[in-house]
Structures are given as C-alpha cells and as structure tokens.
C-alpha cells in the first residue's frame, strides 16, 4: 500500500498539481500586482479543500464503483451533478464573486478542484487496480483533461454569476460533462475489464482533451482586463 501511494503521489502531482499552478501562473502572469494576494491563495487552496470533500462524497456515496448490471451508470449520472455543486458553491463565495478578477480567481478555484478530485481518484483507483504504466497514464491523461475543463468551468461559472445566471450556466456544464464522463468511463471499461478498441479508446481521449481546451480556453478569452492600483 505504501509503494503505492507514493506513486499516486507522484504521479498526481506532476500530471495534475503542477499543471494546474502552471496554468494559474500563466493565466495572471502580468496581473501580480493587480490581484489580492489573499485572495489568490484562498482560491487555490480551498480549491484542494472543496475537491477533496467532493472526492469523498463520491466515495462514500459509491457512485465511481462499477457495476455488472448497469457498469458506470452511476458515475456517468451522478458525479458531474456533484462535481458541478462543489464548483458553484466555492466560486459563488462572497469572498471572489465581487471581485473585478473573480473569474481570474475562480480560473484558479477550478483548476486546483480538479487536480485534488483527480489526485485522490488516481489514488483510489491505483489501490483498488493492478494497471500497467500505459493504463495509468491513458487515466492520467483522462485526468489531466478534467483538471483543464474545471478550470475552464470556474470561468464560465464566474461569469455566469456576474450575469446572475451562474446556477443556468453550472447546470450546462453539467450535462456537457456527462458526456465527457462516458468518455472517460469507456476508458476505464477498457483498461479495467478489457472492453472496447484501443484506438477508439484514443479517440475518446482526443475528443476530450478538445472540448476541455476549447472550454479553457474560450473562458481566457472573456477575462477581462484588471486596471492598475493606484
């Protein structure tokens, strides 16, 4: 079990962690001065806090399982709704949506909520699978899409509420990422129990990363410009 959780570690941390700062980065270079500190910190900490709770109502309510009859019907239905509760209620916080940079804040809150919601299911799924390398990094790879896609969908959320349509637009995201969740449960109906081509597999892994990059970065585009404090 130790062996284990070191490699979830590892590997957690440098297909999701380190992205997802590296994308922060990015996403405010230039804007340091502009931005509250604190408020930077909060986003992506309580990011990690929301996405780990979220990860544990998962777990606990056993909808990531599979099942013989119905395979990955729950978590195709159910893990998106949840997912997307935990992303509403932490951007709608009265501490980022009345900033001018919520949505650089909110940019932030999702994509470290992604990378703790894939962390822990890395880990989860790392202790209950024995996976090849290329099985863990085609799940890594599904899981490194997510983080890209939360981020993007703390955008829009963001912006959504400054349009007092946030609970509208999350619902959107939703059902846009239960399409992404068959997906991703094709491949691990693929590395878990054999099903379906490889190549299809692949392509599956193609049509998501598009969709959450498309997603990302449309949402960079709408940031809106931070004036200099005086």
Not at 117 to 133: A, I, K, Q
């Amino acid at each position: 079990m130790d062996s284990i959780i070191f490699q979830a570690n590892v590997i957690g941390m440098l297909m999701y962690i380190i992205p997802a700062m590296l994308l922060f980065f990015w996403i405010i270079k230039g804007l340091e001065d502009r931005l509250v500190e604190r408020k930077l910190y909060l986003a992506c900490g309580i990011g990690v806090v929301l996405g780990t709770i979220a990860e544990a109502v998962i777990f606990i309510s056993k909808s990531h399982l599979y099942n013989t009859k119905t395979g990955y019907a729950s978590m195709i239905l159910v893990v998106p709704f949840i997912i997307m509760m935990f992303m509403f209620a932490g951007i709608n916080l009265k501490t980022f949506k009345e900033e001018p940079a919520a949505s650089h804040y909110s940019a932030g809150y999702g994509l470290f909520f992604g990378g703790s919601v894939e962390f822990w299911s890395l880990l989860m799924t790392e202790d209950m699978y024995d996976m090849s390398s290329g099985d863990v990094l085609l799940i890594t790879l599904f899981g490194l899409s997510t983080v890209l896609f939360l981020g993007g969908v703390g955008m829009w959320i963001s912006y959504g509420i400054r349009n007092d349509n946030g609970i509208r637009v999350a619902g959107r995201l939703a059902f846009l990422y239960l399409f992404l969740q068959y997906l991703y449960a094709s491949a691990l109906e693929h590395v878990h129990y054999g099903e379906h081509d490889l190549m299809l597999i692949i392509a599956s892994l193609l049509a998501f990363i598009v969709v959450s990059g498309a997603l990302f970065h449309q949402g960079c585009l709408k940031l809106p410009k931070i004036a200099k404090k005086d």
